[in-house]
């Protein structure tokens, strides 16, 4: 009975991540966030590198979180991983928010369009201070 119960949390765990990577290429696609970035680095020439990148990431990502890689790393190298990191994921929420205009409409709702730059500051002093909260705490 026990093989039945593994093959069918094999089949449902195997269905939960077709279905989240399928939402999460939809994401990247419909809202044109990696064009948007190249677009906004200027380097539209290489689009194709950062979806080979994109892919190739959240594919040796999951194969690392699936098999438990741990690569023991000194100091050094953990801070710039954590750095670059940092900046992916700053880029992805960048070109997230350049494509749904969140700030404006929020700065306009809240009645703050005057100091919507501080606005911008604020979130990214939270989202820093955040990541340094949950890596030196954790």
Not at 13 to 31: H, K, M, R, S, T
Not at 111 to 135: Q, R, T
Request: glycine letters at 12%; charged letters at 10%; hydrophobic letters at 60%.
């Amino acid at each position: 009975m026990t093989a039945v119960r593994e093959l069918a949390a094999s089949f449902v765990g195997l269905a939960w991540g077709l279905a989240v990577g399928c939402g999460y290429v939809a994401f990247i696609a419909v809202l044109d966030i990696l064009p948007r970035l190249a677009q906004v680095t200027r380097t539209y020439d290489r689009i194709r590198r950062y979806e080979q990148a994109l892919i190739a990431g959240a594919f040796y990502w999951t194969l690392a979180d699936f098999y438990g890689w741990a690569f023991p790393l000194p100091g050094g190298f953990v801070t710039v991983a954590g750095i670059l990191s940092g900046m992916f994921v700053g880029l992805i929420a960048g070109g997230l928010t350049e494509v749904v205009n969140v700030l404006p409409i929020l700065a306009k709702r809240l009645g703050l369009h005057a100091y919507i730059v501080l606005l911008l500051f604020a979130m990214i002093l939270g989202k820093v201070a955040g990541s340094l909260f949950e890596w030196l705490l954790d």
